[in-house]
């Protein structure tokens, strides 16, 4: 079965420090994978998704920036962090050709002091 | 731009009587439209889909009805159990050379013993 990995669970960073934030999928190949963002009492806004390797495509332009160095791998990155980017972060993947049913990790929830 | 609007933030029922959660939307263009439900501190997991050419979609306890004239669609839980207390997000679907799903902000559901 399919299982997607999300760390670290919490983080607590302070205004201008670096971000990297990691997930995983098992138990499938060339999974398409998503980063979403949710603000308190917000609905989930997509930050970023990819259908392979080195493909990213951003919805919402930001302070953040996405990775893919593998198939199965998708990494969440900023240079400087903002007090705006606080917030739970999630990753989902979905197979190809059913791009409407996305299953998500557990969450980072971030607090950006 | 609210494309997908979940008007009530909470909802409270009996166990054992129906739930009804209501969710509007915006654009006819839409593909497919999902429910999501979604525990604290866990990632939205997967509960059903209805591609917009249909009208009904029933899965166990969980019925999802489309009404595309007035671009409205409805989550029916029946019967309620406590287990269902959680917020439920109504998201919508479209590709457009690009992937693109659109949350609610959620409804919490509480279900009573």
């Known amino acids: 079965s399919q299982t997607i990995h999300q760390w670290p669970a919490t983080l607590v960073q302070p205004v201008g420090s670096p971000l990297s934030l990691e997930c995983t999928v098992e138990?499938?190949?060339?999974?398409?994978l998503y980063w979403y963002r949710q603000a308190a009492g917000r609905g989930l806004q997509l930050l970023f998704y990819s259908v392979g390797i080195g493909q990213i495509s951003s919805e919402v332009p930001q302070n953040l920036s996405a990775s893919r160095p593998q198939d199965r791998q998708f990494i969440l990155s900023s240079k400087k962090l903002l007090l705006s980017d606080s917030g739970f972060y999630l990753c989902?993947?979905?197979?190809?050709?059913?791009?409407?049913?996305?299953?998500f990790g557990p969450g980072t929830r971030l607090t950006v002091t | 731009d609210q494309q997908v609007k979940q008007n009530s933030p909470s909802l409270s029922v009996q166990e054992g009587r129906i739930s009804i959660l209501n969710c509007d939307y915006t654009n006819s263009m839409f593909d497919y439209f999902l429910w999501y439900k979604k525990y604290p501190a866990e990632g939205p997991t997967f509960l059903i889909s209805?591609?917009?050419?249909?009208d009904k979609n029933e899965d166990g306890r969980f019925t999802v009805f489309l009404n595309k004239s007035a671009k409205h669609l409805s989550l029916h839980i029946v019967p309620s159990q406590p287990g269902d207390s959680a917020v439920y997000f109504c998201?919508?679907?479209?590709?457009?050379?690009?992937?693109?799903?659109?949350f609610g902000a959620g409804t919490r559901l509480f279900v009573k013993a």
């Open positions: 138990g499938t190949s060339n999974p398409n």
């Open positions: 209805i591609s917009s050419i249909k």
């Open positions: 989902a993947w979905s197979v190809l050709g059913r791009d409407y049913e996305q299953y």
């Open positions: 998201a919508a679907y479209l590709y457009t050379g690009g992937f693109k799903t659109i």
